[in-house]
């Protein structure tokens, strides 16, 4: 069934009786052509644009629990293409353009909303890290902004400007970034890679994976075993843990990251924010929720699970900057379990195993690469070579010294 304004109204004035389920609730089958293990964001857009640019469905898409029940429908939400090492600016930049075009593309309101991404600076030396990163920017036809502290206060007069312990000088603005509704966009591509044919298997957790002369034959599941030549593993915190199934050793830590969700309050933060001097950044969602977040937990878990430090935490940041919001009550809050690399950025390659692709090392900025992320993996899978966008991403990196460490945090995950 094809979404438009017809449909919506027709299944109204029918008592909304009419509407077909998204997606099938397929079964697996004894073979596909590809298996991509991970119902997230990236798993399900691999499997979209597989079908759609390069005409492969006989793919499968497994997931452990429901589609979602990961990190791409635990995250904040917030997209951007505001980086600063040549090798990041022009994938995010990618994956900015395909969520522009999202929407028209998938036949699913993913709720994009592009309200600014303002980050702030608290001082001298801070600004001209940030001029720095707008000029790359920039350079690569991104568009930023350098903010003085009256332009910010003009934009997000309810900031504490100057009585604070660290007072705003100004501010980074991309004004396209903002955010997009996370389970829309699990849904959205779950749906658009059913229609092309793909099966979305859900309770289906991969247990093993089958190698034959340094090839891969197949993947055990709890629901049988599937004989495939191709592999594409998106499991983000899992990665270590699935890749080991095939005597692989990523250079990626699973750590715990929270987000938290406030008791709806009126219109508020219409933007997304983020704090200079700490680890903290907001939005406020349609419901009225303020959605906000700070740092990783620090230590390696595999519990989707946070601690009370943490949460004391970035509350300590939200009130350094926005002592307005203390009296707003926490509704809930929640953990992931975000995939940390050595240098902070991602891998999308092939690796040692023929016909084993990994799709891996998003941290905690991998919801705004999903598009791109996937576009790329399935040209990578489908033809068996990387496309320039991504050749910076390679797992090789990690032997050979060509890190990409966006926030020049050093060899150290739970920095980044
Ligand atoms: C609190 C939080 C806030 C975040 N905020 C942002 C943000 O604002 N912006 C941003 O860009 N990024 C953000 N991120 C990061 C982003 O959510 C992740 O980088 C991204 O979602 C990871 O990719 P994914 O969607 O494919 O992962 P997931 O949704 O985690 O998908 C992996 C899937 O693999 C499944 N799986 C694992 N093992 C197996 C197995 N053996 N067999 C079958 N299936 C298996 C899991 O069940 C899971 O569903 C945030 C993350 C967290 C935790």
Redesign the pocket.
């Known amino acids: 069934m094809r979404y438009s304004a017809f449909s919506l109204a027709w299944n109204a004035l029918t008592g909304n009786r009419n509407w077909t389920p998204a997606w099938r609730d397929a079964a697996p089958q004894d073979y596909y052509d590809v298996v991509i293990?991970?119902?997230?964001?990236?798993?399900l857009a691999t499997a979209y644009y597989l079908t759609k640019n390069h005409g492969i469905t006989k793919v499968a898409v497994?997931?452990?629990?429901w589609?979602?029940?990961?990190?791409?429908?635990?995250?904040?939400?917030?997209?951007r293409s505001n980086y600063l090492m040549p090798g990041n600016i022009p994938f995010y930049e990618w994956s900015m353009k395909l969520w522009e075009g999202l929407e028209q593309d998938l036949n699913y309101n993913t709720m994009v909303s592009q309200r600014g991404v303002l980050n702030l600076y608290h001082s001298d030396v801070q600004r001209d890290v940030f001029a720095r990163r707008g000029n790359a920017m920039r350079m690569h036809g991104v568009d930023a902004e350098l903010l003085d502290r009256e332009e910010v206060r003009a934009l997000v007069p309810y900031l504490e400007f100057e009585d604070s312990r660290f007072p705003i000088h100004g501010g980074l603005l991309q004004r396209r970034g903002g955010t997009a509704r996370h389970d829309a966009v699990v849904w959205g591509y779950a749906r658009g890679a059913d229609r092309r044919g793909v099966d979305v298997v859900q309770n289906?957790?991969?247990?093993g994976i089958q190698i034959f002369a340094g090839r891969v034959s197949g993947v055990e599941t709890t629901r049988g075993v599937i004989r495939t030549n191709k592999i594409a593993l998106?499991?983000?915190?899992?990665s270590s843990?699935?890749a080991a199934m095939a005597g692989l050793r990523l250079p990626i830590e699973s750590h715990v990251?929270?987000?938290f969700v406030s008791e709806g309050i009126k219109p508020l933060v219409d933007h997304v924010i983020t704090f200079g001097a700490g680890h903290f950044y907001i939005s406020q969602s349609d419901k009225g929720g303020l959605v906000f977040?700070g740092d990783i937990d620090g230590y390696n878990s595999y519990a989707q699970r946070g601690n009370l430090p943490a949460i004391e935490d970035v509350c300590e940041g939200g009130m350094a900057i926005m002592p307005v919001i203390g009296r707003v009550r926490i509704v809930r809050s929640w953990?992931?379990?975000?995939d940390m690399s050595m240098d902070g950025s991602p891998i999308i390659d092939r690796t040692s195993v023929e016909g084993l692709y990994l799709n891996a090392g998003?941290?905690?900025?991998?919801?705004?690469?999903?598009p791109a992320s996937g576009a790329a993996c399935a040209t990578l899978v489908a033809t068996g070579s990387a496309p320039d966008l991504i050749k910076a991403f390679r797992l090789s990196r990690f032997a050979t010294g060509h890190l990409l460490d966006e926030r020049g945090g050093g060899p150290f995950p739970a920095r980044q």
């Open positions: 293990v991970g119902g997230g964001g990236h798993g497994l997931e452990k629990s589609i979602g029940s990961g990190n791409a429908g635990r995250n904040t939400t917030i997209i289906c957790e991969v247990t998106a499991v983000a915190g899992s843990r699935v990251m929270q987000a977040g953990g992931g379990l975000v998003w941290c905690y900025g991998g919801f705004k690469a999903i």
